[in-house]
């Protein structure tokens, strides 16, 4: 895909369960930088090591773009892990 010029926004949402698996429901189709954190209630946020799944190395951020699964569903897949979590 060819976003041309773009903006940064930052979104800041949690993940949930939906008719299509865990995820974040309802973004604009577009390039997304991606972090995670840890935010258990009543503890201090702790940040996550993010990558597309099984495609690089865990970071604590990554650029990714939405792929298709069906012709009304599109998704990026990611995976999280703690830092200094095998």
């Known amino acids: 895909m060819?976003?041309?010029h773009y903006r940064t926004l930052s979104i800041t949402?949690?993940?949930e369960?939906?008719?299509d698996g865990f995820g974040?429901?309802?973004?604009a189709i577009a390039r997304y930088q991606v972090e995670a954190r840890y935010a258990a209630e009543g503890t201090p946020a702790?940040?996550?090591l993010v990558?597309?799944?099984a495609k690089c190395d865990?970071?604590?951020s990554v650029t990714a773009d939405f792929a298709p699964i069906t012709s009304l569903v599109q998704?990026?897949?990611i995976e999280v892990k703690f830092p200094g979590a095998t």
């Open 46 to 48: 702790r940040p996550l």
């Open 51 to 53: 990558r597309v799944k």
């Open 2 to 4: 060819d976003y041309g």
């Open 13 to 15: 949402r949690r993940g």
């Open 24 to 27: 974040v429901p309802d973004l």
């Open 75 to 77: 998704f990026i897949e």
């Open 17 to 19: 369960a939906t008719g």
């Open 58 to 60: 865990y970071a604590p």
